[in-house]
Structures are given as C-alpha cells and as structure tokens.
C-alpha cells in the first residue's frame, strides 16, 4: 500500500509530457524520417536567422566573417604546425636584418663622431688664436704702461712688422690700439661664456652617468641614425684647461682698458683747459681721437661687466 501511495504521489508531480522527447525503440525508417524532419526544421531556422541578420549592417558583417571562418582548416594543431618552419625563417631573418642594421647605424654613428671631432677641433684652433692673438695686445699695452712709467725700454722700431716690438706711441696709432683693446674685451667675452658653458655641460654629464634610469635600460628600440649623439666632452675639456689663461686674460683686459680710460680722460681734460705740457703737445691726440677711444674703452668695459665703473 506504501508503495503505490509514493507512486501516485510522485506521478502527480512530474508532466509525463517531458518525455515524450526521449526516443524510444524506433526503427531505421522512423529514425531517418526524424533526422529529415530535424534537418528541414534546421534549414527553417538558419534561413530565418540569415533574414533577420541580414536587415542590419552589424548582422551583414556577422554573415561575411561567417563564410571567411568557414575557409580555415578545421584542425589548428596541423596550420600551426606548418606555419611553425616559416615563422622560424622569418625570425632568423628579422634577427639578421637586426644585426645589419645595428653594424650600419654603428658605423655611421662614427663617422658622424668624426665629423663633430673635425668640427670642434676647427672650433678649438680658431678660439686659440684669438686667445693668443688677444694675449699679445694686452701684453704689448702693458709693455707700454711699463715704458711710459720708466720701468721698461721699450725700443720704438723693429725689424719684423710681425713681432710685438712696434711702439704704441710711434709706429701704431693710439686709436688703432684703443680699438684692439676693445676686441681684446670681445674675444675675452666669448671665451668667458663658452668656458661657462663647457663646465655646466661637464658638470651635467658627469650628474648623468651616474644616475641611469629604467627606461635607458630597457630601450628596445630599433638602432636609427636618426637618433642623436652621446654628448662629447673634448671640447670642454680643451676650454677647462685654458680657464687659468682666460681669467688672467680677463683680469689684463679690464686693466688695460681702465688706464687707458683714465688716461684718455686725463689727456681730454688737459686739452679742454689748456693745461697742456708744451713737450708732450704732439705726444696728444686731437679731441675727436680722444673721444673715439673713450668710446671704445668704455664699449670693452661695459662688455666685461664694467660698466658702471
């Protein structure tokens, strides 16, 4: 009695009709009369499916990536293994390339080092020259301070026109030399900057080297020569062991310039007042000299930072 209580109980919950899906023992004849009737009602759905996808752009592209797919090969295993020997090829290649690239960009890169070397050592003579050049006449105007004060002989004419021993008083012309001075206080600035220059750029390299960042160690980018060169320090160098000679250049220079300032006005002033020494009279320029070196000592003295003085 218990049993069929459980039986009825349970049938009244289940819907028998779930399983009328299930097949039962069918012949081959039902079977392919339910497989045709399986495959009609499956070409039903995808032709509706097509319409419906068909009426928007997103379900048109759908279908065309449909029919790409349907081209590939079914087993991937086997594409990967016969693309396996030509993607091997073209890395070793792309590496080869890679190894090419590197030595060409290398040794253009050295060449280009070379070009900038010939370009800083043209730099370098040219600054020389005017070192010495800028040397020489400070030299030769102390030459004659020392002269005018009794503390040098000085001969007044010479055998080459190209060593120093010209008198400023007789053989060059007292504007002449004023105006050299005034270059003297040129070249002196250009050295004075580009010795500046060349210390904060070595100071600057220097901080550098030392910190080296992540993003320098792992630049896996492709060599380019394109890509700008590793900052040369010769230049600097060169400019930082002739700092002692610029300075003392600098220190001439202001002198130079600032006595024969003083003298100028001195001389103007005589001139002005009539309290010109009848035996120095021809040894004064006319006032319109006097003036233009005026100028150019106080152009030189303004340019080293001595202006107010």
Same mark, same amino acid.
């Given at each position: 009695?218990?049993?069929?209580?459980?039986?009825?109980?349970?049938?009244?919950?289940?819907?028998?009709?779930?399983?009328?899906?299930? %097949?039962?023992?069918?012949?081959?004849?039902?079977?392919?009369?339910?497989?045709?009737?399986?495959? #009609?009602?499956?070409?039903?759905?995808?032709?509706?499916?097509?319409?419906?996808?068909?009426?928007?752009?997103?379900? !048109?592209?759908?279908?065309?990536?449909?029919?790409?797919?349907?081209?590939? %090969?079914?087993?991937?295993?086997?594409?990967?293994? !016969?693309?396996?020997?030509?993607?091997?090829?073209?890395?070793?290649?792309?590496?080869?390339?890679?190894?090419?690239?590197?030595?060409?960009?290398?040794?253009?890169?050295?060449?280009?080092?070379?070009?900038?070397?010939?370009?800083?050592?043209?730099?370098?003579?040219?600054?020389?020259?005017?070192?010495?050049?800028?040397?020489?006449?400070?030299?030769?105007?102390?030459?004659?301070?020392?002269?005018?004060?009794?503390?040098?002989?000085? %001969?007044?004419?010479?055998?080459?026109?190209?060593?120093?021993?010209?008198?400023?008083?007789?053989?060059?012309?007292?504007?002449?030399?004023?105006?050299?001075? #005034?270059?003297?206080?040129?070249?002196?600035?250009?050295?004075? !900057?580009?010795?500046?220059?060349?210390?904060?750029?070595?100071?600057?390299?220097?901080?550098?080297?030392?910190?080296?960042?992540?993003?320098?160690?792992?630049?896996?980018?492709?060599?380019?020569?394109?890509?700008?060169?590793?900052?040369?320090?010769?230049?600097?160098?060169?400019?930082?062991?002739?700092? %002692?000679?610029?300075?003392?250049? #600098?220190?001439?220079?202001?002198?130079?310039?600032?006595?024969?300032?003083? !003298?100028?006005?001195?001389?103007?002033?005589?001139?002005?007042?009539?309290?010109?020494?009848?035996?120095?009279?021809?040894?004064?320029?006319?006032?319109? #000299?006097?003036?233009?070196?005026?100028?150019?000592?106080?152009?030189?003295?303004?340019?080293?930072?001595?202006?107010?003085?």
């Amino acid at each position: 009695g218990i049993v069929h209580y459980e039986y009825a109980h349970w049938k009244s919950r289940i819907n028998m009709s779930d399983f009328d899906d299930v %097949p039962a023992a069918m012949s081959t004849s039902a079977l392919q009369a339910k497989l045709k009737d399986l495959k #009609e009602k499956s070409n039903k759905h995808s032709q509706i499916l097509t319409a419906k996808l068909a009426s928007s752009q997103s379900g !048109q592209n759908l279908l065309h990536i449909g029919t790409s797919l349907s081209s590939l %090969p079914p087993d991937l295993h086997s594409l990967l293994t !016969q693309l396996h020997p030509v993607l091997s090829s073209a890395e070793a290649t792309e590496k080869q390339y890679v190894q090419r690239l590197e030595k060409l960009v290398e040794c253009g890169n050295e060449i280009r080092s070379e070009q900038r070397r010939v370009e800083h050592a043209r730099e370098c003579a040219n600054l020389y020259q005017d070192l010495m050049a800028a040397e020489q006449v400070v030299k030769r105007d102390a030459n004659y301070r020392r002269s005018s004060l009794g503390l040098l002989n000085t %001969p007044t004419t010479t055998t080459s026109p190209t060593t120093e021993g010209t008198s400023v008083a007789t053989d060059l012309a007292k504007v002449d030399h004023v105006s050299s001075l #005034e270059r003297c206080a040129h070249i002196t600035l250009c050295l004075v !900057q580009d010795l500046q220059s060349s210390t904060d750029k070595v100071t600057t390299l220097t901080a550098s080297k030392v910190v080296m960042t992540d993003k320098d160690r792992n630049d896996k980018s492709l060599p380019s020569l394109r890509t700008a060169l590793e900052e040369d320090t010769e230049r600097a160098h060169f400019l930082m062991k002739l700092a %002692p000679r610029i300075r003392r250049l #600098e220190s001439d220079t202001i002198t130079a310039l600032t006595h024969c300032m003083e !003298q100028t006005l001195r001389n103007l002033q005589q001139l002005r007042e009539g309290t010109v020494d009848h035996d120095n009279d021809d040894q004064i320029p006319p006032e319109d #000299e006097l003036l233009l070196m005026l100028g150019h000592c106080m152009r030189g003295l303004a340019l080293l930072g001595r202006g107010k003085e």
